[in-house]
């Protein structure tokens, strides 16, 4: 690959990026950006290997069924290619990847099956000012679709943009790339092809190298386009993708303030006074970029609990007694008279590097939660590939970075 006129080996052993999906495109994602030397790769999912997976997903073995996806993954990765650090996180993005995690990556590849996921990695990357790289498969056709950053030139597509009014008001139920899953649940899966899922893969991350050496070369861009393939018939599309300007989920970018943000693993009361007075707002009112998940009550068993958490599922909480959906009581924000205003975002499952926004008289300045490393592994040891760690420079946060 040396040979490439273009080509910038070191670039791209020093290329970040994340990849949300452990499934079988995001295997073949993996595949191709350790044997290019992509340098570190965060890999998230909140499933558990299948026998259904072993026959499409090429890191996956016997001895996998009934582990976590992306530690999975994330281990043969390295396997293949040590020189490459590969780290899996497993659980739900929108409880493990902050704003400030993604804004260090070069692009987020977006390898789901379902609408909520999409949407949120979508305004994250949106929020952060990074290319997002979406894949989606059906039985015979193949999508990949470029969410940039907006340009001088010209506003950019967010995910959520190209969505029907009723995709968006069923947002809450988990839905298969390209409409499917319903589909996909009475036929025991999504029908699709290893070929296909290779196809999209290589087209997703053939786009990443060439945004990685956008100033090395004048191919043209697919940035806010899709490409289209149809498999069963030999035809492929470009074209422009929608911009609604009244998307109600479109994410404007944002920067954190340059001064040290709060730390996460003080208390609520603590990092709103550390916001207030940076910004010199002391009404200021902060807004959580996930809501707080305080407490439930069942309307028909008469169950409560206090739960206190980061909430990120895509439906409503469910009795854990009777599966009745329960009443929550859920938070947005932080104006400081709380009851729990002395617990720390850490304690309730904020991801580390959350931006977090206070808001007061027209103004919004965003601060970034630094200061511990919740969930995400070290980088020596659990079941990541490459085992150096992060060196003394790396930023404070506990990042894979």
């Given at each position: ?6 080509w ?13 999906g ?23 999912d ?10 499409r ?9 009934g582990?976590?996806?992306?530690p999975?993954?994330a ?6 290619n040590p020189?490459?650090?590969?780290l ?14 993604v ?15 999409r ?7 949106r ?9 989606g ?5 193949g999508?990949?679709?470029l969410?940039?950053?907006?340009t ?14 009723a ?32 196809t ?9 190298l ?9 191919q043209r861009?697919?940035?806010g386009r ?6 069963a ?25 340059a ?6 693993g003080?208390s ?15 009404e200021g009112?902060?807004?959580?970029p ?18 206190m ?19 929550p009581l ?19 499952g ?15 300045v ?9 969930p ?26």
């Amino acid at each position: 690959m040396e040979q490439i006129e273009w080509w910038d080996a070191a670039r791209v052993r020093g290329a970040r990026c994340v990849v949300a999906g452990a499934g079988a495109l995001g295997n073949e994602v993996v595949k191709n950006l350790v044997m290019l030397g992509w340098g570190e790769v965060v890999v998230v999912d909140f499933d558990t290997v299948e026998e259904s997976n072993l026959s499409r997903s090429v890191f996956f073995g016997q001895a996998d069924v009934g582990r976590p996806k992306a530690p999975a993954l994330a281990a043969a990765a390295g396997r293949l290619n040590p020189d490459c650090r590969v780290l899996g996180l497993d659980g739900d993005l929108r409880l493990l990847l902050g704003a400030g995690l993604v804004q260090r990556s070069d692009v987020v590849f977006g390898c789901l099956d379902n609408l909520g996921g999409r949407v949120a990695l979508s305004q994250l990357a949106r929020q952060a000012g990074r290319l997002m790289i979406d894949g989606g498969l059906t039985t015979w056709e193949g999508t990949v679709q470029l969410f940039g950053p907006d340009t001088a030139d010209a506003p950019q597509p967010c995910f959520a943009c190209g969505l029907s009014s009723a995709d968006v008001e069923e947002l809450a139920l988990r839905q298969s790339c390209l409409a499917y899953e319903r589909r996909a649940l009475a036929e025991g899966g999504v029908p699709t092809t290893p070929t296909l899922t290779s196809t999209v893969a290589a087209l997703m991350v053939q786009e990443a190298l060439k945004y990685l050496h956008r100033d090395r070369h004048d191919q043209r861009s697919a940035l806010g386009r899709e490409l289209r393939i149809d498999m069963a018939n030999g035809r492929f599309w470009n074209h422009a993708l929608p911009i609604d300007p009244d998307c109600v989920l479109h994410r404007e970018p944002a920067a954190p303030d340059a001064a040290a943000g709060p730390d996460a693993g003080d208390s609520w009361r603590k990092v709103l006074a550390h916001c207030r007075t940076s910004a010199r707002l002391p009404e200021g009112v902060l807004q959580l970029p996930a809501r707080l998940l305080l407490s439930w009550e069942c309307p028909v068993c008469g169950r409560s609990e206090q739960v206190m958490r980061a909430h990120a599922a895509d439906g409503p909480p469910v009795c854990p007694h009777c599966d009745a959906d329960v009443i929550p009581l859920f938070a947005a924000h932080v104006e400081g008279g709380e009851p729990w205003i002395d617990l720390s975002p850490a304690e309730m499952g904020v991801p580390p590097w959350t931006w977090l926004e206070l808001r007061a008289e027209g103004a919004v300045v965003t601060f970034e939660l630094s200061g511990t490393r919740g969930p995400l592994p070290e980088a020596a040891g659990s079941e990541a590939a490459g085992s150096e760690a992060a060196g003394s420079d790396a930023p404070e946060g506990g990042s894979p970075w």
